[in-house]
């Protein structure tokens, strides 16, 4: 962490505050390798931490007052009582995340109380990006929330009940980001497995670098369905195979449990996949009529808060990419693990065919995203695909060291130069990375 910055962190906590910070928390934000939209249906995932994060500066009393600022004027200041936490689903404000950190941490403990708190934030991941700005929030704000009250967690519980809190602001993820954020450690990614946590290092091959490129649309999950749309899909499906394989399928939730409960490999989830599942959407009468249950029921037990609304499900595009890219995921590791000669090009290949599965049979990605992804290609990437949740935000590129200033340049020309509003953008969109460390306390001298 810069010196410079958390000086000038501690300067803006003085000026608001007129005292000192007892203490600072920082989370990183994440890139995801490979593995999009699968940890919440129980499947591996293979993100880094990158250098960008949150940090908070923090001073804690008696006042029974949670008191939030921010260093970026657009984000406003909050105050709440600590016996008054709220958190509202309608309205994804950005102290909403902190709050979701805050209130994760105090259940889990179970305290009936809470410090006072002041706390100035300060963050270098572009919102809405796709590198986890949101979740590196929730992150930090519970490890301040666990320092402040004078408790001790491991990293692995953090980040179960950070990725748990993140749901009451309505987002149903998986975890893979408030994992990466805690178990990550500098110059490695991670294989991160879930039920039980835990995380494998997985060594990247010389010879290539991986750069972000922002397509500088936003796209906050929590403000619309297209996320948890998703998940609800894959969760129907998950229940419709289920059905068709004569299991208990009100009991499963995840296709990675149906692969489990059935003991088959990925490739065999394919083939039934095809055999049982049509292309075709699926509507709610069909679904009801499958399943044995009411349109109620569906609502009730199935469908989220924010999914209420939606008419028909694809259900066969969406199992065949979590299939698929899990798939994917093993492949990459074990390219990584065994360094053939050509590892960058098979882990190139392996993240285009993620890409295509994300945009073709998930449909998360978005027309810019698409055209950013084209143009990487076409600069010299070996491997270009959208990372985060997507419809909007960053690609991941894999670029041969020996091209890389080139290839900056033709991104640059081609992607970002030609709009005033990107070109703006630009330095804080299109930057090389490199894995980081995780999430952290600093304790003010």
């Known amino acids: 962490m810069p010196i410079c910055r958390l000086q000038k962190l501690k300067?803006?906590?003085?000026?608001?505050?007129?005292?000192?910070?007892?203490?600072?928390?920082?989370?990183?934000?994440?890139?995801?390798?490979?593995?999009?939209?699968?940890?919440?249906?129980?499947?591996?995932?293979?993100?880094?931490?990158?250098?960008?994060?949150?940090?908070?500066a923090v001073s804690v009393s008696d006042s029974k007052t949670i008191q939030l600022a921010n260093t970026e004027p657009k984000y406003k200041d909050f105050s709440v009582s600590v016996d008054g936490l709220s958190i509202d689903r309608e309205n994804p404000q950005w102290h909403y995340y902190f709050l979701c950190g805050v209130r994760g941490i105090q259940e889990h403990l179970s305290l009936s109380s809470l410090a006072g708190m002041c706390c100035m934030v300060d963050g270098t991941i572009p919102a809405s990006s796709g590198l986890s700005s949101s979740s590196a929030l929730v992150c930090c704000a519970g490890l301040v929330t666990m320092e402040a009250c004078q408790k001790a967690l491991s990293k692995v519980t953090l980040a179960e009940t950070c990725a748990k809190c993140e749901r009451y602001i309505g987002?149903?993820?998986?975890?893979?980001?408030?994992?990466?954020?805690?178990?990550?450690?500098?110059?490695?990614?991670?294989?991160?497995?879930?039920?039980?946590?835990?995380?494998?290092?997985?060594?990247?091959?010389?010879?290539?670098?991986f750069v972000i490129a922002n397509c500088c649309v936003e796209m906050n999950k929590a403000a619309s369905s297209h996320f948890n749309t998703r998940v609800v899909e894959c969760r129907i499906a998950t229940k419709m195979l289920a059905k068709a394989r004569g299991l208990d399928w009100?009991?499963?939730?995840?296709?990675?449990?149906?692969?489990?409960?059935?003991?088959?490999?990925?490739?065999?989830?394919?083939?039934?996949?095809?055999?049982?599942?049509?292309?075709?959407?699926?509507?709610?009468?069909?679904?009801?009529?499958?399943?044995?249950?009411?349109?109620?029921?569906?609502?009730?037990?199935?469908?989220?808060?924010?999914?209420?609304?939606?008419?028909?499900?694809?259900?066969?595009?969406?199992?065949?990419?979590?299939?698929?890219?899990?798939?994917?995921?093993?492949?990459?590791?074990?390219?990584?693990?065994?360094?053939?000669?050509?590892?960058?090009?098979?882990?190139?290949?392996?993240?285009?065919?993620?890409?295509?599965?994300?945009?073709?049979?998930y449909e998360c990605s978005c027309p810019e995203l698409d055209q950013l992804v084209d143009i990487c290609l076409q600069a010299g990437a070996v491997g270009s695909r959208l990372t985060g949740a997507g419809w909007g935000g960053c690609t991941v590129s894999m670029v041969p060291g020996e091209r890389i200033d080139s290839f900056l340049q033709t991104v640059r020309e081609h992607y970002y130069a030609p709009d005033a509003r990107r070109s703006a953008l630009e330095k804080q969109s299109l930057f090389v990375t490199r894995p980081g460390g995780g999430a952290a306390i600093f304790i003010e001298e």
């Open 171 to 209: 987002t149903e993820g998986g975890g893979m980001d408030q994992s990466i954020s805690f178990l990550a450690e500098e110059g490695t990614a991670k294989l991160i497995e879930f039920n039980p946590l835990r995380a494998t290092d997985v060594r990247l091959p010389d010879g290539a670098v």
């Open 11 to 56: 300067e803006a906590f003085h000026g608001k505050y007129g005292q000192e910070p007892l203490f600072f928390a920082c989370a990183p934000g994440r890139m995801n390798l490979i593995g999009e939209h699968i940890d919440y249906c129980g499947y591996a995932v293979l993100p880094m931490a990158i250098e960008q994060n949150i940090v908070a």
């Open 250 to 361: 009100s009991r499963l939730l995840k296709l990675g449990d149906l692969q489990k409960e059935l003991q088959v490999s990925l490739e065999q989830m394919l083939e039934l996949v095809e055999e049982l599942l049509h292309p075709e959407p699926y509507s709610r009468e069909e679904i009801c009529k499958t399943l044995g249950i009411s349109a109620e029921q569906l609502c009730e037990d199935i469908l989220s808060a924010n999914t209420q609304h939606a008419t028909d499900f694809k259900l066969y595009q969406r199992a065949r990419h979590v299939y698929g890219e899990a798939a994917r995921v093993l492949q990459f590791k074990a390219v990584c693990d065994s360094s053939p000669a050509d590892a960058v090009a098979q882990l190139g290949d392996l993240m285009n065919r993620s890409h295509a599965s994300c945009r073709d049979l």
